[in-house]
């Protein structure tokens, strides 16, 4: 039941608990809550997400300043991929986003300075021909990689946990098989592929 609240399943973990008959700990709503928070990041609409979070937990982004940065920074993303795609976008919305939203932030961690200035190098090349550390901040899955970050500070702010036990479980079974491989013990291994 835990993976199924934890991945935002809520009408499968309803229907769960009512099938086994037994009650969440959790208010099944806050569910759709992250859901839809997951969803806007996922479209790119970072502004609307960040809405989101401070309407579920108006602390969450004020005691995670790395969280807070994440968002903002790939919110800048997002105006610098806006912009980008026209043929002649304009830079001001996006150098004062920055300097109003992340420079300060950035003054006070070398990290968040350090990312900055790698964000902002995505204007000074043409999109179709950049080097791997810039071309990672335009893939889509530092979109999939924040969500999990927010979903992560949600679940613990809920006192929920971040990771579902079964995803532990698998990861534990993946060690294990490859401590015993590098000992290079006989031992009958589990194919995932085989299991329906």
């Given amino acids: ?35 839809a928070i997951r969803s806007a990041i996922h479209a790119g609409d970072i502004q609307s997400a960040i809405e989101k979070i401070n309407d579920l937990n108006p602390e969450l982004l004020d005691t995670n300043p790395e969280l807070h940065f994440q968002l ?5 993303i997002e105006l610098i991929r806006k912009c980008t795609a026209e043929r002649n976008g304009d830079i001001q919305p996006i150098l004062t986003f920055a300097t109003t939203h992340l420079a300060s932030r950035s003054q006070k961690n070398p990290a968040f300075l350090a990312d900055l200035e790698r964000t902002m190098a995505l204007l000074c090349f043409p999109q179709d021909n950049l080097i791997p550390q810039l071309r ?14 927010v979903n992560e500070a949600i679940l613990e702010s809920q006192g929920i946990m971040k990771e579902a036990r079964m995803r532990g479980l698998v990861r534990l079974w993946g060690w294990g098989e490859n401590a015993l491989k590098q000992e290079k013990m006989e031992f009958p291994s589990l194919d995932l592929k085989n299991i329906a």
């Fill in 136 to 149: 990672e901040l335009m893939d889509p899955s530092l979109r999939r990689q924040v969500a999990v970050s």
């Fill in 72 to 76: 903002l920074r790939l919110q800048l």
């Fill in 1 to 35: 039941m835990n993976y199924l609240i934890i991945e935002g399943y809520q009408s499968a973990a309803a229907k769960f608990a009512q099938e086994a008959n037994v009650s969440s700990s959790v208010a099944l709503d806050s569910i759709s809550d992250r859901m």
